[in-house]
């Protein structure tokens, strides 16, 4: 008996291959996220201005909340 001869499969190169652009993650800002980053800043700027006042107490309180709390937040929130 004849055997038939077997066909080779076709080989494809990764190559060949479209090439898919990869997606970066969208940051989109709304009005929200700028006003709260507004605020932040707000606070921010008190809290240096009190700070050359001479002021131990609120200052710093003002300067932490701003940078580690509101900013932030401010990032954050969709």
Known sequence: ???KPR???VK???ASAPKKKPERPQVS????NYAMMGVGLV???????TLAGGSITLAPLL?????????????LLR
């Open 63 to 75: 300067l932490v909340l701003g940078y580690c709390v509101i900013i932030p937040l401010g990032l």
């Open 43 to 49: 606070a921010i700027i008190i809290g240096y201005i």
């Open 12 to 14: 494809r190169s990764v």
């Open 1 to 3: 008996m004849k055997q």
């Open 29 to 32: 800002f709304g009005v929200k």
């Open 7 to 9: 066909k080779e499969p």
